[in-house]
């Protein structure tokens, strides 16, 4: 491929990721390390800016097949029978492996505690029907069996399952209840951001209430009826209110008089779902985390 004239100053590993939108930045580098990407038949640096005109060969390394195995990690479980475990996640734990997450995800503590799980997604993904963000904590619902994870699937498929979420974002809300509906796709400029600016996005649907109001922020109780990437970080971003602690959707990294987060605002804090068994409603609710509390009792308390 050939830099462009509006390519001109872009970092090496900046400008590919822009172009080869199918690898992440990280697998990028490792390459550029490995002396799989040179500039002008020579090798390079990530950070290498480029001048423009300059000829970029790639030769992609094959990746090892990823397999998760078990690890002693923690784990909340909160409910657990023959077909289902519902987990309370911690903020800052990846759910499965992926680019540049191979080991500590929530799947390695589920082998080591469960031993098997479902297969229908395979060794990398094993019991995970849905998923939550790595820096969002609360509950995920896990299937133990194939015929579980099945059922489930198509519950969230058909939006039977109930997905409550509490979070704090920027603003005050025009309205104490909201319906945000804008398709949702991939930023195509930034690849880690999804986006509600184009029309042709997926389908989604983000409900809101607000449960307090305070000066510049407001904690909002939250259904989503769709489970898109991001949903509710950029829905809210996409009306103006971004999430407490969102830098990547335009929340500043403080605010004055409140505790700095190394996460955002957002907590999965209930989640209803029919037991593939019996067919019985499963409700599993579970209380913010406490950095998040100390944040509204901060609020609270001003």
Known sequence: MTVESGDVGKRLDAFLTERLTEFSRSRLQSWIKKDRVQVDGAAARSSQLLRGGESIAVAPLALAPLKAGPEDLPLKILYEDADVVVVDKAAGMVVHAGAGHSHGTLVNALLHHFGTLSGVNGDVRPGIVHRIDRDTSGLLVVARTDSAH?????????REVEKVYLTLCHGKMGKEEGRLTAPIS?????????????????????????LEQFDKLSYLEVRIGTGRTHQIRVHLAG??????????????????????????????????FRSPSTGDWIQVETPLAPELEGVLACLRSA
């Open 150 to 158: 099945q059922s489930l699937a198509a519950q969230f498929l058909d």
């Open 186 to 210: 991939r930023d195509r400029v930034r690849r880690t951001r999804m986006t509600t600016k184009i029309a042709s996005g997926r389908n989604a649907l983000t409900e809101y209430r607000v």
């Open 239 to 272: 009306i103006g209110h971004p999430v407490f602690g969102d830098k990547l959707y335009g929340a500043p990294g403080a605010v004055a008089g409140l505790p700095v987060l190394d996460r955002f605002f957002l907590h999965a804090h209930r989640i209803g």
